[in-house]
C-alpha cells in the first residue's frame, strides 16, 4: 500500500516561513515526478510546484522566487519551503507523486491528505 504523508503546515504571519514535507511509504519501484498543489476555500486546486527525478522544477508564477521545491530520492520525500509569505497563500496544500508500485508496471498518480497553511496578514 503506497502511502503519501504530508507535514509542517501551520499557522504564520505574513513575512513567514513554512516548510513542508512529504514522504512517500510503501512498496515503490520508482517514483517520477513530485509536486505540492493547494486548494483555497472556493477556488480550483492549482499546482504550487513540481519536480522531476532529475530535479528538473517548475513553478505556479505566483510564488516564482518565494517558494522551492526540492526532493531527496533516497527517502522519497519532496519538500516545499516557503517564504515571504502572504495572505494569499492560505490553502490545503496537497503533496502529489507519479510512481509506479513494486507490484505493478503501470504509474499511478497518488495523493496526500493535505495540510493546512494559514498565514495572517
Known amino acids: 500500500q503506497v502511502q503519501l504523508v504530508e507535514s509542517g503546515g501551520g499557522l504564520v504571519q505574513a513575512g513567514g516561513s513554512l516548510r513542508l514535507s512529504c514522504a512517500a511509504s510503501g512498496n515503490i519501484r520508482s517514483i517520477y515526478t513530485m509536486g505540492w498543489y493547494r486548494q483555497a476555500p472556493g477556488k480550483q486546486r492549482e499546482l504550487v510546484a513540481r519536480?522531476?527525478?532529475?530535479?528538473?522544477?517548475n513553478y505556479a508564477d505566483s510564488v516564482k522566487g518565494r517558494f522551492t521545491i526540492s526532493r531527496d530520492n533516497a527517502k522519497n520525500t519532496v519538500y516545499l519551503q516557503m517564504n515571504s509569505l502572504k495572505p494569499e497563500d492560505t490553502a490545503v496544500y496537497y503533496c502529489?507523486?507519479?510512481?509506479?508500485?513494486?507490484?505493478?508496471?503501470?504509474?499511478?498518480?497518488?495523493w496526500g491528505q493535505g495540510t493546512q497553511v494559514t498565514v495572517s496578514s
Open positions: 502529489n507523486a507519479n510512481l509506479q508500485p513494486a507490484s505493478s508496471p503501470a504509474r499511478y498518480n497518488y
Open positions: 519536480i522531476t527525478s532529475g530535479g528538473s522544477t
